[in-house]
């Protein structure tokens, strides 16, 4: 059995750890910006609404980017964060996209 060892350090919550990857990788940013900018003015439009994991798996298999300090693409915990600091920016294309919670 192979143990994986932490990017971070053990101290940092989350949050934290998602402030040092979102530094490091503004291209991955600006690609799912571009996406979720893309399906909202269509879902708001049809009345349709998105996800973010679903942008995510999208741009996972065909975007065929890599994140800086990581040898995953795109870590899971990540994606709500993602879609919350697009939602802040983007209030009238945020409710085309659903979210399991806010965050504040």
Known sequence: MTTQTSLWKDEQTLDEQYADW??????IIRQF???FNRLGVHWVKTGKRFGGKMVAE???YSGHFTSNGSEY?????FVSYIGWDWQRLNPNLAPAMRT???KK
């Open 22 to 27: 979102k530094a490091q990788n503004p291209h």
């Open 73 to 77: 693409k795109i870590q899971n915990s």
């Open 100 to 102: 399991k919670g806010e």
């Open 33 to 35: 910006f571009a996406e």
């Open 58 to 60: 999208h741009l996972r």
